[in-house]
């Protein structure tokens, strides 16, 4: 089946970041269910369960001990400490699906992000809500952040807003929904017709 | 109105190549119908018009004198000379429409493309017939190329599809034209969402 965005022999990784609240898992969500083969990468974090996420679907949820067995072990591309909680991306999962030919959305944060683009030249596309305004009253409606968190957490979207403004590759914002998912899927589709994939694959096309 | 192929204050320029009865003209004739701030630049030749071609829309046509004239007054961003004809980018209409801003669509041959990459950094985006059989039979259907100037086209498209592979930023096949449109459309979405373009416009989003 012809595609825009088409599967190849060997996948390709992409990096998502953004504030919290800022729409990165729909536009994922999305994106996945359209193209069978284009998965989310599953991060390793510490950070508790919350109502609603599914263990090995919105992360693998483990104890501190077993992320820190992982780190030893040097099964971490990039590992990153946010809000007290450990949170990291395997280098095996991810290999194993690019071997596969899936293509692989990493949803991390900015600082691993740098760090996923130097060792795999992954890159970089960054989303942003409209207005802090909205980003604060998106993270209200998800009622899990409060008072002191709430300002922890507004502080480091701005952190990271100027870290996109200044750092990746590609930038949007998510206002309207429609028009943030077809701006993310040509980023794909774009970076998938770059000329040196196109050759890889010319022979199956 | 949003659209995920924003209107910036200040337009920019793509350049699209690809063998004669790759489909170009449809591809950029769609796109710009779609969106008005997105035209295509309307090249200067010497060759005589086609039947169903408009002057100043297809091309402006020229006498062979008028053109040497305009290369005389370095009116030309580039120039080239193909199956005995002049064909030239203007460099004052370039610039004018962009800085209206409107996204312009240079359809120009390889050669010309380079020199336009060199000068104004312009991505280079080519499309491929999805074989060189299917392009003899686009070819056949015009009408207007048979015999030598058949064979001569075809030694064309070899080299201009060498030339693609190895030197375009872009590459895809138009197939299916739903398809083939679609890369097309998000190449241009993803360029306009690179860092510097977003940067320049973050305050009227």
Redesign the interface.
Known sequence: M???LPKLPMGHLFVLSGPAGGGKTTLVDRLTKEFPYVKKNVSYTTRPIRPGEVQGVDYHFVSKDVFLEMVKRDDFLETVSLFGHLYGTSKKAILGELEKGFHLILVIDVEGAHKVRELLGAPLIFVSP?SLETLKKRLSGRGSEKGKSMDQRLQRAVFEMEQG?NH??????N??LE?AY??F???L???L???TP??ET?TD?
């Open positions: 012809l595609s825009s409209p403004e990746y590759d590609y930038l949007f914002v206002d309207e028009v077809e701006i899927k040509s980023i589709v774009a970076e017709h770059k000329r196109w050759i010319n096309l």
